[in-house]
T-cell receptor, first 112, second 112 residues
Framework: TQLLEQSPQFLSIQEGENLTVYCNSS?????LQWYRQEPGEGPVLLVT?????EVKKLKRLTFQFGDARKDSSLHITAAQPGDTGLYLC????????????FGKGTKLSVKP | DSGVTQTPKHLITATGQRVTLRCSPR?????VYWYQQSLDQGLQFLIQ???????AKGNILERFSAQQFPDLHSELNLSSLELGDSALYFC???????????FGPGTRLTVT
């Protein structure tokens, strides 16, 4: 069974701080996606990474896919209250026919 | 707004009952996925349809079934409901079988 472990589970920081959340697995994924979910709403896709070692930047968010395609990280620079939410990573294995395996998420709270 | 619509937004029903959740994918998307999200289990993949045909099954109970209609909308049927079925149910869609998934706003099911 493929599992994605996310850490930390909870993170509470002050506005302006930097943070990194991690997504780890013992399995290889053909692609990995990061989502952000707000309470009572559906996950919103932030980015997809597909190549080992790939780095993608989305304004203050930097996403990295591990060289072996087993892990990923999300770094947020100068966090803002609007970044508050549940960050989910999801992996797609080559044989999964598109269904995603989700981590349990990192719940981020950014206080003004 | 992801373009994926789900109805109803909230549903309260009693144990033993049967309910139907509806999902309309984004225009042009052929794949529909159903997920269940509970506090302790996180987002769990249930089932995928592609252009009317079932393509993948995840942790879907035998009491649950789904179908995708010729107009590509999908319905998830939950029967003999138990208290433990209370959860958020999300539908997602993608263009192909392996593409990035876009989530609807979810249906919150409460079984009393």
């Amino acid at each position: 069974t493929q599992l994605l472990e996310q850490s930390p589970q909870f993170l509470s920081i002050q506005e302006g701080e930097n943070l990194t959340v991690y997504c780890n697995s013992s399995s290889v994924f053909s692609s990995l996606q990061w989502y952000r979910q707000e309470p009572g709403e559906g996950p919103v896709l932030l980015v997809t990474v597909v190549t080992g070692g790939e780095v993608k930047k989305l304004k203050r968010l930097t996403f990295q896919f591990g060289d072996a395609r087993k892990d990923s990280s999300l770094h947020i620079t100068a966090a803002q209250p609007g970044d508050t939410g549940l960050y989910l990573c999801a992996g797609e294995s080559g044989g999964s026919q598109g269904n995603l395996i989700f981590g349990k998420g990192t719940k981020l709270s950014v206080k003004p | 707004d992801s373009g994926v619509t789900q109805t109803p937004k909230h549903l309260i029903t009693a144990t033993g009952q049967r309910v139907t959740l509806r999902c309309s994918p984004r225009s042009g998307d052929l794949s529909v996925y159903w997920y269940q999200q509970s506090l302790d289990q996180g987002l769990q993949f249930l089932i995928q349809y592609y252009n009317g045909e079932e393509r993948a099954k995840g942790n879907i109970l035998e009491r649950f079934s789904a179908q995708q209609f010729p107009d590509l909308h999908s319905e998830l049927n939950l029967s003999s409901l138990e208290l433990g079925d209370s959860a958020l149910y999300f539908c997602a869609s993608s263009v192909g079988q392996f593409a990035e998934q876009y989530f609807g706003p979810g249906t919150r099911l409460t079984v009393t």
